[in-house]
């Protein structure tokens, strides 16, 4: 608890809440991965906005240790509806290959082994949240999974929605 730099008061009946949340918490932010999925469906477009406004961006996934963590984020905490989820991934029209947004896919997570080729426009990319792996979707409304930049700008929301009182060290 003391390396997120916080101290939270509970009551007795709140201290085993408070321990799994502080290991679900360091499960999450096990590496680069920290993220955060948004309810409400949107276009990739809006999500992209949407990420980049409240947030830092749509998430990448980079490497294989990203998608470990993300693997193992959906699996102990996503407990949403849908099954496919924004991800940064978008499709050149020009060229055809993918990018996170601004940059070249390097490491791929296709279903099927086959990433989706040309002639194909306006695709973008959604993460399996059962398979984990990744897919084309046209511009149909998915929720996004944004990525934080840094634990303290999110550290405070997950705190508030868990408990009723804390405060920073």
């Not at 997120?4 to 085993?16: M, R, V």
């Not at 390097?106 to 399996?128: A, F, R, T």
């Not at 149909?140 to 508030?160: H, M, Q, V």
Request: contains cysteine.
């Amino acid at each position: 608890m003391s390396s997120f730099g916080l101290l939270i008061k509970c009551t007795n009946n709140q201290s085993q809440i408070a321990q799994s949340f502080f290991q679900t918490l360091s499960a999450q932010f096990m590496g680069r991965v920290r993220i955060r999925v948004i309810k409400e469906p949107k276009t990739w477009e809006d999500a992209l906005d949407y990420c980049k406004t409240r947030h830092s961006r749509l998430l990448w996934i980079e490497d294989e240790e990203d998608q470990k963590a993300v693997e193992q984020w959906l699996n102990f905490t996503y407990a949403g509806s849908s099954k496919r989820l924004w991800i940064g991934l978008r499709q050149s029209s020009v060229f055809g290959f993918w990018i996170w947004s601004d940059q070249i896919v390097n490491y791929k997570n296709w279903e099927n082994g086959k990433q989706p080729e040309m002639p194909l426009s306006n695709h973008c990319g959604v993460i399996d949240a059962e398979t984990y792996k990744w897919n084309q979707a046209a511009q149909a409304g998915c929720p996004p999974t944004c990525f934080n930049e840094s634990i303290s700008g999110l550290l405070p929301f997950l705190l508030r929605t868990t408990f009723d009182t804390y405060r920073p060290l």
